[in-house]
């Protein structure tokens, strides 16, 4: 959970503000990687490392709102911060709705800059414990026999009547039965109790295929 | 007068035909009758001929008498020598010769044999007398035809002497044969004539006379067998006109007053046709005719034809006559002549008739092409269509004649048609009073009357306050026989203002008086007001450009400046992280880098405020039709196309309302119309054509601008702001038009793909769809 693994992407035709943005950004403790034009981020950038995109909007050929686009096509989470050396507010309503941080007229204020950076990185750091969890979840689901997944489908999926009468009922075996894999369940899964395993369904999308 | 053509043809077709039938048939029936009368004439002459020879032969016999005489003489017999003989020889010779009365013998001596027929005791009787030496002796014999002897009688009280009788006496004299005039015989009281021959001796000395008497009724009876006609008869004269044949033998002897049987003359006779047809004849004692005479006469209202002809022999001076009632002949064929004229008149009737009818049916092209050119001249037939079938004559007629009428016609309706099926207005309009005399319904509709409301007005009345100087220069330029043409305000019924095009001549008669000016009229209202559109189009954009200009200066400065003075902020930035990382930091230079960053944003609050300040004229969007604009926009480029021989073509179908800043979206039309214009004029293409296309594409309008330019150098970037390709550009105008055009949702680009020509594509919204969304950005 440290921010020393966090980068900023930053994307800009223009050399002079890459220089000097990445040098201000490295002198307040932030780890920069830049890159010249949309194609050449996209060229690098593989979805692993977290972070967020400093990304100015008006380039040649693929502008920035087109690689935002192109980022949420790839299903990449990295938060975006606009810079833009002219601001349209169209362009701004764009790139807000679809998911960006911020959309900064140049010349931004340094604090307004690395407030979004922040920001951003909260985010970042969000997305990255909530994919942690739901990959540790479904390993443990990973664990569970066939039998236990189907109960722990239909409990989830039939929050109104988990009971083991009724889970038994629908798969034609004794309550008892039924308590038994119950129990194993929620000590593999390492946790307390059905509503828990119903929350965490629902956020680690465990049953969604 | 005037024969009539078709008189003329009925008079040719069927009286020239009657007439020509009637003398053919006239001229058959006088040949005809007088070919019928030389044939009757000669019927006439071969039965005269027949009765002629008929009575040779009858007579014939009558010259063996001479023969007789002569084998009598030879034979020396004499009556007194021997008279049984004689009698023998005389009864031979009368048995041979039915029509013999009788054969007698008389010598010098003055006896007697005559050996006659009989029709009491015997069939013959012979009588003899014999005178020798003053003994005389007179005796009767009857015989039958063998020459038995029947009964014998002596007469001593005969008193008879051949040597008296006239018969001896001629032929003493003429010692030669001779004949008697026919007379009625004593005996047997029916005519005859006598030959007598001299009986003379080797010595030459008349020992006797021989005679026969020869009855000659037998003539009459073959005459009254002779068919000629029905009621033709052939009677025989003597040289004296006693009739000595004739057809009824009773008629031939009447009783003279002493009580002898003599011949009735012609002039006496019981038979009024003979009396008639001789009457003619010369009243002498001769009636004999030399030759062949042919004679008509009448007679009880008939007439007939006669002929008299000599028996052709001295010793019978007769004359034969023949008449026949001509009808007898001609009757019959006279008949059939009147049949023949009465069918000959029929069949002139009937192709009289037909030829009338082939008269009217000749005449009836014509009567039908009289009867046509008389409709023509009142045009109630149309003379252009096909001529009825008729004569060529007739056709180069019509060609001629008519040509006059349809050039008429046809420009009379012209005019008329032209005046009142013109789409635009006409009047006709009196040059002095300027009344209208004569208005179309197109004119009534444009000046919102009625075509009655207009005809009693004036030019003067319809004219517009602003513009009220109008008719005097339309008189004017009437009058001086100008074509009047000017387009002037004037004012609906309704008083609303109208543009008229109005275009009038004066119509001069034959003498040159002016007759009415002939005005067309066309209401140029609605392009009036798209001229005032136009022209408030381009003030517009005109204005637009200019602020625009300004606008997108400002942003690409705002732009260019900003990235300098971020560049500023961040170093200034670094500066002071760095200089915060020093133990020894001075308060002063970290003054200085601070108001460094503070300059910097305070220079990009100026751009920003002045940027703010240009885009207040952004104008409202809304929805619009693009065609329309389009057409709009290319009369502001129109000239300057034209200057370099450039075509603009525009091309497009069915596109809906497009929604947007009307004035920005022409500003990036000419923008790019004038760059395809510049491209032309600055290349040496041949073909040089703009084309503008619209189509509408999804949601949106798709716009291309097409030109045959050079193209677009692949080095510059089109879209950025101060590159340009022109010498004189600022590099604005595309990256100008592609904002804008973004700013109205939608997106300017150059296609690369079209490979003839260069093409800049634009998308415009569509009206429909997008009006909502778009309000909401």
Same mark, same amino acid.
């Given at each position: 959970m440290s921010e020393a693994n966090l980068t900023v992407f930053l994307v800009d035709d223009d050399e002079d503000i890459r220089s000097s943005l990445s040098r201000a950004l490295t002198k307040r403790g932030f780890h920069i990687e830049n890159f010249a034009s949309a194609e050449e981020f996209l060229d690098t950038y593989n979805g692993e490392k977290s972070g967020c995109l400093l990304l100015d909007?008006?380039?040649?050929?693929?502008n920035g709102l087109e690689l935002q686009q192109h980022m949420i096509s790839k299903g990449y989470s990295l938060p975006i911060i606009f810079i833009t050396g002219h601001g349209g507010i169209p362009e701004s309503v764009q790139a807000m709705k679809a998911g960006a941080i911020d959309f900064l007229e140049k010349p931004f204020r340094q604090k307004t800059l690395v407030d979004c950076i922040n920001a951003a990185f909260e985010t970042a750091l969000a997305t990255q414990e909530h994919e942690k969890k739901t990959k540790d979840l479904r390993i443990k689901f990973e664990r569970l026999t066939d039998r236990e997944k189907e109960i722990a489908q239909l409990m989830v999926s039939n929050s109104s009547s988990t009971s083991s009468k009724d889970i038994g009922r629908i798969l034609n075996i004794s309550p008892r039965t039924v308590d038994h894999h119950r129990a194993r369940i929620l000590d593999k899964m390492n946790i307390n109790s059905v509503t828990e395993l119903v929350d965490l369904s629902i956020r680690a999308n465990l049953f969604s295929k | 007068m005037k024969l009539s053509l078709g008189a003329i043809l009925a008079i040719c077709l069927a009286g020239l035909q009657l007439i020509a039938v009637l003398s053919v048939v006239l001229s058959s029936y006088v040949t005809s009758e007088r070919v019928l009368l030389d044939h009757a004439r000669s019927l006439l002459s071969d039965l005269g001929l027949n009765a002629i020879e008929h009575s040779k032969g009858f007579l014939?016999?009558?010259?063996g008498t001479a023969e007789l005489a002569k084998r009598l003489a030879e034979n020396e017999i004499v009556a007194s020598d021997n008279p049984e003989i004689l009698e023998k020889l005389l009864f031979q010779n009368l048995q041979i010769?039915?029509?013999?009365?009788g054969l007698y013998y008389g010598d010098q001596t003055g006896s007697f044999v005559y050996v006659m027929r009989s029709s009491? !005791? +015997?069939?013959y009787r012979t009588k003899i007398i014999t005178n020798s030496k003053g003994d005389r002796v007179t005796k009767f014999i009857w015989r039958n035809e063998?020459?038995?002897?029947?009964g014998t009688r002596f007469d001593a009280t005969d008193t008879f002497d051949?040597?008296?009788?006239p018969w001896y006496k001629n032929v003493l004299r003429t010692r030669d044969i001779i004949w008697t005039d026919p007379y009625i015989f004593f005996s047997s009281k029916k005519p005859g004539i006598t030959a007598a021959s001299p009986v003379i001796?080797?010595?030459?000395?008349?020992?006797g006379v021989i005679g026969v008497d020869i009855e000659i009724d037998a003539i009459s009876d073959f005459l009254s067998n002779?068919? !000629? +006609?029905?009621n033709g008869a052939v009677i025989i004269l003597n040289r004296?006109?006693?009739?000595?044949?004739?057809?009824?033998?009773?008629?031939i002897k009447i009783e003279d007053a002493d009580g002898t049987l003599k011949f009735a003359n012609i002039n006496e006779i019981l038979d009024p046709i003979a009396q008639a047809a001789f009457g003619?004849?010369?009243?002498?004692?001769d009636v004999t005719v030399q030759t062949e005479i042919s004679s008509k006469f009448k007679h009880g209202g008939k007439t007939y034809v006669s002929t008299l002809m000599p028996m052709g022999q001295s010793e019978l001076p007769w004359t034969i006559a023949v008449y026949v009632p001509e009808d007898d002949f001609t009757g019959g064929i006279k008949d059939n002549r009147t049949r023949n004229i009465w069918i000959a008149f029929a069949i002139a009737v009937i192709t009289g008739l037909l030829g009338l009818k082939l008269a009217d049916r000749i005449i009836k092209p014509v009567r039908d092409f009289a009867v046509r050119a008389e409709l023509a001249s009142k045009g109630?037939?149309?003379?252009?269509?096909d001529l009825p079938k008729t004569y060529p004559e007739l056709e180069d007629a019509n060609d001629t004649l008519v040509h006059e009428i349809v050039q008429r016609k046809i420009s009379e309706r012209e005019y008329g048609q032209t005046f009142d099926l013109a789409s635009r207005g006409m009047a006709e309009i009196?040059?002095?009073?300027?009344?209208?005399?004569r208005v179309n319904s197109q004119l009534a509709d444009i000046l919102g009357y009625s075509a009655d409301e207009i005809l009693g007005?004036?030019?003067?009345?319809?004219?517009?306050p602003d513009d009220s100087d109008t008719y005097a220069f339309f008189q004017d330029a009437v009058h001086e026989d100008y074509e009047y043409n000017q387009e002037k305000r004037y004012l609906h019924k309704d008083g609303s203002t109208i543009w008229l095009r109005v275009n009038a001549i004066l119509i001069r008669d034959e003498h040159g008086k002016p007759l009415h000016a002939v005005a067309t009229v066309d209401d140029v209202t609605a392009q009036k007001v798209s001229e005032v559109k136009i022209n408030g189009l381009s003030r517009d954009l005109s204005h637009f450009a200019r602020v625009n200009m300004m606008g997108e200066m400002a942003a690409g400065l705002a732009h260019e400046l900003n990235q300098p003075l971020t560049a500023i902020t961040q170093n200034a930035d670094a500066a002071l992280s760095t200089l915060q990382e020093?133990?020894?930091?001075?308060p002063e230079l970290t003054q200085i880098l601070t108001e460094l960053d503070q300059q910097a944003h305070r220079g990009a609050d100026i751009i920003r405020a002045l940027r703010g300040f240009v885009r207040k004229d952004e104008g409202s969007k809304a929805a619009f039709d693009f065609s329309e604009l389009v057409e709009q926009a290319l009369h502001l480029v129109q000239s300057e196309a034209s200057v370099h021989g450039i075509s603009i073509v525009f091309n497009a179908e069915n596109i809906p309302n497009v929604f947007g800043n009307r004035i920005q979206i022409a500003q990036v039309l000419v923008n790019l119309i004038r760059n395809s214009i510049e491209a032309i004029a600055s290349g040496n293409t041949a073909l040089k054509q703009i084309d503008v296309i619209a189509k509408e594409i999804d949601n949106f309008v798709e716009v291309w601008v097409e030109d045959?330019?050079?193209?677009?150098?692949?080095?510059?970037?089109?879209?950025?702001?101060?590159?340009?390709?022109?010498?004189?550009?600022?590099?604005?105008g595309l990256s100008f038009s592609r904002s804008i055009v973004e700013a109205n949702g939608g997106q300017l680009w150059y296609d690369?793909?079209?490979?003839e020509k260069s093409r800049f594509c634009f998308t415009l919204a569509s009206a429909v769809v997008n009006e909502e969304v778009l309000s909401n950005v």
């Open positions: 909007y008006g380039m040649p050929r693929m | 014939q016999p009558a010259r010769s039915p029509q013999f009365s009491s !005791i +015997g069939p063998d020459y038995s002897v029947v051949p040597r008296e009788r001796k080797s010595n030459g000395q008349l020992d002779l068919k !000629i +006609g029905n004296n006109g006693d009739v000595i044949a004739h057809p009824n033998p009773d008629l003619t004849l010369p009243k002498t004692d109630e037939v149309d003379v252009s269509k009196s040059p002095n009073t300027g009344r209208f005399i007005m004036r030019f003067s009345d319809i004219l517009h020093q133990t020894t930091s001075d045959t330019g050079a193209g677009v150098n692949p080095d510059i970037n089109l879209f950025t702001q101060f590159e340009t390709s022109k010498s004189d550009g600022m590099g604005l690369v793909n079209s490979a």
